[in-house]
Structures are given as structure tokens and as C-alpha cells.
């Protein structure tokens, strides 16, 4: 099942029936390169993702569809990391399979790996695709996806396609402008852009962090940290505070 914002954000924190006496529940976090924040913004306690975050979340919960031995459970991105539960089950071998070599590839290492692989993939195509501009974050004009034009004057917005033009009246409210800047969210600002440029599309640490959970309360403990986490954002350690980690 694709990633779905609806049904993803699972308010059930109880497994049923689960064994915690085997290792197979990690608490995850993987940061951005340099903490910096590349996926979107808090606002009034809550994440607001942009369209990097929204792929790195994507991505993440579509571990499950790729990977047969995956379950992910709460899991949330903030704007410099993510956190998340995932679930490694073991399936029964039969007969033939007992003894054999386990391949690395269902190792939680390799499941990290796999994902920043993914996400610096679909992160950097995003960018070189939509030719995001550098003085303003905007989308280059492109004969091929129709190009933005700002009529200041006249307060209004051409929106030119290869079947014609659409014109928006800004002054009756049917645009979204992203917080109090007044900046069209057709695509990431520049600032994340160009930091992503800056790091040469390396966007994740090269580690990670990972905890075994062994007991259903610390389960309860760490699924409600990641549900809380958006709100506790100003006092998280994961924040760069006056540009210092």
C-alpha cells in the first residue's frame, strides 16, 4: 500500500500478542548532513512538510512494499531528522531453507542504507527536473511544464500551459501562501535547495541510531516521544540552536 498521509499516522501504540524477548522492534534516527533543515518547518506544534519531507516520509513507510520483512510502525520526519519504529519480523523457514546464509540485505543496516539511497535519489531528481531556480526557489520556466509569471500590478497570476493560460485573482483568496511570507509552495524554498546543492546531494549523516525495544512500555514511551516530537521541537537536542549544533 503506497504511502497514504490518512492512514499512516497511527494513533495505536499496542502490539498484540508481540514477543519483546526477540530483537526485531528498532527506534531509529538518521539526521540531515550538518543538522541542517531540509525537510519543512514547525508551525503551531505541527510538522509542515515540504516536498523533500514529504518524500523522505514517503519513502520511508514504502520500506514496506519493498522489503517483505518490514513493518513500519510511528514514524515521523522533522525538519532535520526523522524518527521511527520499524518492525524486522522473522518468517519460519521450511524445511530446504533451514541452515541456509540469511541475506545481509534483510539487516537493518542494509534497510537504512536502502532508504537515504532512495530519498537522495528522488530529492535530487525533484531538483534537476523542475530546474528549481536559485535566486528564488521558484520553478524555471520550461515550455514543457508551463512557466510562472507574477503580475504585481495587476495582482494577479499567469499561469501559461500549452493549452491555454489560467488566471488566478490573488485578492479573492484562491491561493495558498505558504506561513506569512506570502511564498507560493510549488516547490521547496531556496534555502533547502541550495543547501542540498552545497552538500553535493548528501543529504543524511553517515550513520544512524538505532535502539532495540525490549518491553511494551518502553514501546509506549518511544511511539508517544515521535508522536509529541513536532511539539517539543524548540527544546529538541536535534535542533540547531543560533546555527551551532
Known sequence: MPYNPNIHHRKSIRLKGYDYAQAGLY?????CQDRASLFGHIENGKMILNSFGEIALAEWYHTEQVR??????????MPNHMHGIIE???????EDEIGKFQSPSQTIGSIIRGYKIATIKKIKDLILENNINNSSGELDS??????????SNKGELDFALNKGELDFALNKGELQFALSTGELQFAPTTAPTEIIKSL?????QRNYWEHII?????YHRISNYIINNPQKWENDKLKKQNGKL
Do not use: M, P, Q, Y
Not at 27 to 31: G, M, V
Not at 214 to 218: S, T
Open 200 to 204: 553535493d546531494f548528501k543529504i543524511w
Open 68 to 77: 517483505d520483512n518490514c513493518v513500519i510502525h510511528e514514524s515521523v520526519v
Open 214 to 218: 525490549r518491553n511494551e512500555n518502553a
Open 88 to 94: 524486522i519480523t522473522h518468517k519460519k523457514g521450511t
Open 27 to 31: 527506534f531509529i534516527t538518521l539526521c
Open 142 to 151: 520550461a515550455s514543457n511544464k508551463g512557466e510562472l509569471d507574477f503580475a
